[in-house]
């Protein structure tokens, strides 16, 4: 079997698309997965990282572009999808299967255009513009919130599935040895997660609590790359060797982490925004969490993400606003410091969670190659 996969910008347009073809080579050994993103998008860093063969079309995004630039957009796009039907002419995949990201629209026409069996997915409660657009010929649409479907068009083959993780996010890691690996010493953790770009708000808040709460916890601060150096900076801390970052005090800084799973494993309490990956995976792990929403996405999707997890007792949720630092401050060491709370808000995330959900997206995959719709 024969799978083209496609996704990219983001880690949370890359990772789930990672994820469903590692669980679609296990079901399937001799499956042959091809990944296609674009030469400047995260995902040509990322995805040879996860030893997958990955080719690059051109495009580029149009949404909220100057007109002049959506112009270009259109033109790049209208070329990659030319790109998409020379890959796909010498890959000859059986199934095509996107999850967002600008690049999936070319590629996805393609595999229209010569009648190619294929699926999209959706990370987020409200669906990109770019889904919405190809789940009107796709075969099937898989979608990680049972609240997503009434968004999309009637006729869209809709399926709830949750967000696909990856396997080796689920491996069982002890804490102790997660925290050795991490350079944290013992007592609660909280972890500040931004994404796979790192969040500027965040990493501010996170740095409010260090230097003017008197944080009394262990911090695993994840900046991101753009973040990292000022942050190292604000706090003072000094680079450790064997981390991968940089400690101060009960501190530490890393500006991306490869192995999240260590990460989940050694931490109590998650703080983050609301992207439909970084959900899905404190959920696939009950990991109880302060949520802050970024209001810089299209139609607000992240606050929507975020309130199915409050309204199941799995987060608490805090809007940007003048009172978000105290509000985020008094949840963090509420939380922190209230084992009985953290086992309580675990469990309903867990119950939230879907771990199988790779499993079952590449179980469906497989069905749709061999013709079952």
Known sequence: MRCLVTGGGTGGHIYPAVAVAEALVRLVPRSR?????????MERELVPKEGLNFETIRSSGIRGKSLSSALRGIWAASLGVGDACRIIRSFKPD??????????GPVM????????PRAIQEQNV???KTNLVLSRFAHKVFVAWQESVEHFPRQAKVKVTGNP?????????????????????????????????????LVDLALSLALEARFSGQMLLITGRDYYENAVAALGAVEQPGIGGAKSGNIILQPYVYNMEKAYRACDLVLARAGGMTLAE???LGLPSVIVPSP???ANHQEYNARVLEAAGAAVVVREGPDTFKQVEESVRQILHDPERRAKMAGAAMGLGRPHAAEQIARELIALARGVR
């Not at 199934?95 to 999936?104: A, I, L, N």
Request: aromatic share 6%.
């Open 109 to 116: 026409l393609a595999a229209r255009i010569m009648a190619i």
């Open 296 to 298: 810089n996405v299209v």
């Open 126 to 128: 409200i669906p990109g």
């Open 95 to 104: 199934v095509v299967f996107g999850t967002g990201g600008y690049v999936s």
């Open 33 to 41: 997965v091809l990944y296609v993103g674009t030469a400047q998008g």
């Open 165 to 201: 993780v990856r396997l080796n996010l689920l491996k069982p890691t002890g804490k102790d040895e997660a925290r050795a690996a991490l350079g944290l010493g013992g007592g609660p953790a909280l972890l500040v997660l931004g994404g796979s770009r790192g969040a500027r708000f």
């Open 282 to 284: 404190i959920t696939a």
